[in-house]
């Protein structure tokens, strides 16, 4: 499991709605993530790479992507990049159990807003999404 299961009971910008599309090759994860912001009130879709995650948010318009780096057909770093070149999605949070320091520094080069390391505190990951959406 790559998800800290420790959470608040309550935030402070529960109600604040916004669009997130998570993306990780991992169902598991992505549906606990999909769950849990759910409950935080958020619109949440799911995509298990980078290449139906670019057709989700073609199609849904999202405020924000979470990915995971290390996925089939179109990695989290590819998708940052063409989100980035299509303009489809100004905030993406880089979010994997397999990264390097050269992938840290180049997702913040390619505009990512942050890159956290699994397992991902939900706490904190929530607090990232405030920051990103303020």
Known sequence: MYLKMELTVDHAWKGTM?????????????????GLLEIEGHDVYVAEDGVHAMEVVKEQKPDLVLT?????????MDLLRELKTTQSCKTVIVITGHGTPDDVKTAFVEGAFAYLQKPVDFDDLCGHIKASLS
């Open 18 to 34: 916004a669009k997130i599309v998570v993306v990780d090759d991992e169902k598991m994860q992505r549906n606990m993530l999909k």
């Open 68 to 76: 995971d780096l290390r996925m089939p057909r179109m990695d989290g």
